[in-house]
């Protein structure tokens, strides 16, 4: 994280300032524009993500639609002002005067709902502005399409004279390719003297372009960067500009993955959340979606058609056509196809777990095999024990969960239904389509309905009940 930046002798400090007050009436939503998610994170926490990398003050967010659930939803990571009314951008960083005047040499100002904003360039920016000694530095873009960004318009040295609101430009202004993203740095005393200064629209409010004008007139000195990418000032006002954030970004999140040894077969069908890590040599399939804190090793083989959120993976493991939610798995552990792992599913080395299964809450010890078409709940298991195809554990009595144990090496048979609270002791097995409703002790057989134990060969007593000697 960068503190400040030298100018010759000088060190810079930066404060930063995120507008996020608008009401963002055309996405027609209940929740603020600015907490649509965007590759797993809401888009104003990309737009801070990238303002931390100016300064370790915290930057300051303005407020005002929706305030509440941005302050839930942030806490403590940014200083909060509000807008109590929307007047416009220059009314805006008004707000954020009290509380950073006197604080350091810069202010950046951005915007909440421009997500795509690269921390690079707006650190090229500031760093421009530093050694340019200017009061303004402008970002500037060269998209194909206008978007309505103003126009920037350049004297006959090359030199910013203005920037012209597309509503107001002339027909040989409108021609223009170079636009305002409407990203600034300022210098901090010229700011503050001069925000009180922004005239009054015809709209009723106060614009921030308006300071490019009055700094041209004083001869203060205006500067522009440009960023070759123009997806980095798009910002979000509709559903359909929310799709092409998503877009851009998961274009964006690929491309840093493939680049680090990941192959993504086929990107554009793909999703990746910006929090997920991957190992090198993994290869993801087609329609898998990787969400919100996920880490996965290296070697693996993820989808097609799988999601896995919230989880950890380590190296070789092969997840096909499946959902874990909140799960762990080791290395060189199997899922699917179409198995799902729900909230606590822990899967050891060497695990297999076949189609059609279920894990919840359970631990599956090394080398455990689980066949397919089985539920398991609740569940503690040793090393290398089998659970047969269609093993149930029936965890819930209508009031409470129960645990199930099955010790090392113990021989779950096709079909059984293991009533919880229960234990299968070490080496013990069940028969294929038992309902065992206590404990098996090690290296014994269960079987029927309810199952008992089976004689030992020694010629004791008929089968009994699994409680032996009842």
């Not at 009436?25 to 994170?41: E, F, Y």
């Not at 960083?93 to 915007?111: I, K, N, P």
């Not at 300071?211 to 000032?233: I, K, N």
């Not at 877009?247 to 964006?252: K, N, T, W």
Request: glycine residues 12%.
């Amino acid at each position: 994280m960068l503190g400040s930046f030298f100018c010759g002798k000088d060190i810079m400090s930066v404060s930063s300032v995120v507008l996020a007050a608008g009401q963002g009436k055309r996405i027609k939503s209940k929740l603020p524009k600015v907490l649509h998610p965007i590759a797993g994170c809401p888009m104003v926490a990309h737009a801070l993500a990238t303002v931390h990398h100016l300064s370790e003050a915290l930057p300051v967010l303005v407020v005002g639609v929706g305030a509440d659930l941005v302050r839930d939803t942030l806490a403590d990571t940014v200083r909060y002002v509000v807008q109590e009314q929307q007047l416009g951008t220059g009314h805006a960083v008004q707000q954020a005067r009290s509380l950073l005047e006197g604080e350091s040499d810069l202010v950046t100002v951005t915007y909440a709902d421009m997500p795509l904003l690269r921390p690079e360039t707006l650190q090229r920016m500031v760093a421009h502005h530093s050694q340019s000694r200017c009061v303004v530095t402008i970002l500037t873009i060269a998209p194909h399409e206008p978007r309505g960004f103003g126009r920037v318009v350049r004297d006959s040295m090359g030199h910013v004279a203005g920037v012209v609101e597309e509503p107001d430009a002339t027909p040989e202004q409108l021609a223009i390719r170079e636009l305002n993203a409407g990203v600034y740095c300022f210098d901090a005393v010229w700011l503050w003297s001069h925000l009180g200064g922004i005239p009054l629209s015809k709209k009723g409010e106060y614009y921030l372009t308006d300071l490019v004008g009055m700094a041209v007139a004083e001869g203060s000195g205006v500067e522009a960067v440009t960023t070759e990418d123009p997806t980095e000032a798009l910002g979000v006002n509709t559903r359909v500009h929310l799709a092409e954030a998503h877009a851009a970004m998961r274009q964006r999140i690929n491309e840093k993955w493939m680049l680090e040894g990941v192959t993504i077969v086929d990107p554009a069908a793909t999703y990746i959340d910006v929090q997920v890590s991957l190992g090198a040599d993994t290869v993801v399939h087609p329609n898998t979606f990787l969400e919100g804190q996920t880490n996965v090793g290296a070697e693996c083989q993820l989808g097609p058609n799988t999601v896995i959120r919230d989880s950890t993976l380590g190296n070789r493991c092969v997840v096909h056509s499946s959902v874990i939610e909140a799960g762990v798995l080791e290395d060189d552990v199997e899922v699917g196809p179409f198995g799902r792992l729900r909230p606590g599913a822990h899967l050891a080395v060497g695990v297999h777990m076949g189609n059609f299964g279920e894990i919840k809450n359970s631990y599956l010890g090394p080398g455990t095999k689980m066949g397919h078409f089985s539920y398991v709940g609740d569940t503690q298991t040793g090393p290398n024990v089998n659970i047969g195809a269609g093993t149930v554990t029936c965890n819930y009595d209508g009031k409470q969960k129960h645990r199930t144990i099955l010790e090392e090496g113990a021989f779950v048979g096709s079909d059984t239904m293991l009533v919880a609270p229960v234990r299968i002791g070490k080496g013990a097995k069940t028969g294929a389509g038992s309902v065992v409703t206590r404990d098996v002790p090690p290296g014994r057989l269960a079987f029927g309905v309810p199952a008992r134990i089976q004689p030992e060969p020694s010629g004791e007593s008929p089968p009994t009940d699994c409680a032996e000697g009842e």
